[in-house]
């Protein structure tokens, strides 16, 4: 898990707050993921981006929720108008770019928790 | 979407018992990990087995692809352990993202 860096660790917001989560990836990785740990819940997938692209957004919701990696600096998660519901654990995830990936394996950061007030 | 289905969802050891976690998966998939997120909260990378066995220490996992299912074991079980074990599946057909199980939460007291 050494490697994929979230900032920051805990973040309170009150409702109506934006919410701007930080994850820088492992050193030569050009794959992030983010997912969302509700209360009591398993992981569940929000966005997977290479640089500059999203790939797979199946997992966002429709409105207030937005994700970017740009080709330089972190991968940003964008939470605007924050709500009670989102209340959760955000972890981010990397792997290793083509053709390294026959075996994708993601590594974790430690998760930002956000809590909103 | 590929189901996946951990058991047994708790557990309750004392220190040095042994204990299997199982994942069941509905579909083929591509890569398998395992994962123990610890009372901290962080998400520990044990295992990546698509298919097969292997062996870490006091933690062991085989995944059989064809019949759809992974096995984690835990040895000699220490406090440490304690926490919440999830399997994470990419599913052929999904592209690269991980679905998890809901997590077996395993208690060991001393």
């Known amino acids: 898990n050494a490697g994929v860096m979230q900032n920051p660790r805990h973040l309170v917001r009150r409702r109506g707050q934006e919410a701007r989560l930080r994850c820088s990836p492992m050193?030569?990785?050009?794959?992030v993921y983010w997912y969302r740990q509700l209360p009591e819940e398993g992981l569940k997938f929000m966005v997977y981006?290479?640089?500059?692209?999203?790939?797979?957004e199946s997992g966002m919701p429709k409105e207030r929720f937005s994700a970017e990696f740009p080709k330089e600096g972190p991968s940003i998660l964008r939470i605007q108008q924050v709500v009670r519901g989102d209340s959760a654990a955000y972890f981010c995830a990397s792997s290793p770019p083509s053709p390294y990936r026959a075996k994708n394996i993601q590594y974790f950061g430690a998760g930002t928790r956000l809590s909103v007030l | 979407g590929i189901q996946v289905e951990q058991s047994p969802p708790d557990l309750i050891l004392q220190e040095g018992a042994n204990s299997t976690l199982r994942c069941n998966f509905s579909d083929s998939v591509n890569n398998l990990q395992w994962f123990h997120q610890n009372p901290w909260g962080q998400l520990i990378n044990l295992f990546y087995?698509?298919?097969g066995t292997k062996q870490n220490g006091r933690l062991s996992a085989t995944t059989v692809a064809t019949e759809r299912y992974s096995l984690l074991y835990i040895s000699s079980s220490q406090t440490t352990d304690s926490g919440v074990y999830f399997c994470a599946v990419e599913q052929e057909t999904s592209g690269s993202r991980l679905t998890f199980g809901e997590g077996t939460q395993l208690t060991v007291n001393p």
């Open positions: 087995i698509p298919s």
């Open positions: 981006l290479q640089k500059e692209n999203i790939i797979d």
């Open positions: 050193k030569g990785h050009s794959h």
